[in-house]
T-cell receptor, first 114, second 111 residues
Framework: GQQLNQSPQSMFIQEGEDVSMNCTSSSIFNTWLWYKQDPGEGPVLLIALYKAGELTSNGRLTAQFGITRKDSFLNISASIPSDVGIYFCAGQLRSGGSNYKLTFGKGTLLTVNP | DTGVSQDPRHKITKRGQNVTFRCDPISEHNRLYWYRQTLGQGPEFLTYFQNEAQLEKSRLLSDRFSAERPKGSFSTLEIQRTEQGDSAMYLC?????????FGPGTRLTVT
């Protein structure tokens, strides 16, 4: 099935560093969501974006909905060891009462060295 | 705990057997989704319900797969005549609008 292009595939950083990751698509979405997944668990919703150009924060996390509606970015500031995990972007193109399904990227594996 | 729950968390079955998974969504959510995730990949959409109506099915959902949500509350996903390629994490999510909340998943291993 279709998946979004998410980069980088993996990152290895020192505690306290800032992190940036992004997601691009060949088609537009009207909602972007960012999730974090720990091994053996389901994804946990971090941030939801609903409008092109929107910038939204959740604690140390900041995400942006790209102007073209084909991309999104996630930044994590001052990383800590518990930020370790796989981060997924997901796009949604709702139209009327249909198309609620999410299309996911392949994820960015983040490792934080204490 | 008022999150999405899934049962069982792990299932090991022999090829050719049937398996059934259950999902209990967040109580006030009218939409329920099933996704499948394999190692190194993001979740892939399988099917979606609004209340008890199954509104969308992916081409990934072969004839061996069936999902139900009989009373608009919990849902079941059945796989008949399992194949080794069915081994994956099966994730359930629920939502009221766009924000989907996932359960812990059911890890299926077909031997």
């Amino acid at each position: 099935g279709q998946q979004l292009n998410q980069s980088p595939q993996s990152m290895f950083i020192q505690e306290g560093e800032d992190v940036s990751m992004n997601c691009t698509s060949s088609s537009i979405f009207n909602t972007w969501l960012w999730y974090k997944q720990d091994p053996g668990e389901g994804p946990v919703l971090l941030i939801a974006l609903y409008k092109a150009g929107e910038l939204t924060s959740n604690g140390r996390l900041t995400a942006q909905f790209g102007i073209t509606r084909k991309d999104s970015f996630l930044n994590i500031s001052a990383s800590i060891p518990s930020d370790v995990g796989i981060y997924f972007c997901a796009g949604q193109l709702r139209s009327g009462g249909s198309n609620y399904k999410l299309t996911f990227g392949k994820g960015t594996l983040l490792t934080v060295n204490p | 705990d008022t999150g999405v729950s899934q049962d069982p968390r792990h299932k090991i079955t022999k090829r050719g057997q049937n398996v059934t998974f259950r999902c209990d969504p967040i109580s006030e959510h009218n939409r329920l989704y099933w996704y499948r995730q394999t190692l190194g990949q993001g979740p892939e959409f399988l099917t979606y319900f609004q209340n008890e109506a199954q509104l969308e099915k992916s081409r990934l959902l072969s004839d061996r797969f069936s999902a139900e949500r009989p009373k608009g509350s919990f849902s079941t996903l059945e796989i008949q005549r399992t194949e080794q390629g069915d081994s994956a994490m099966y994730l359930c999510a629920s939502s009221y609008e766009s924000e989907q909340y996932f359960g812990p998943g059911t890890r299926l291993t077909v031997t």
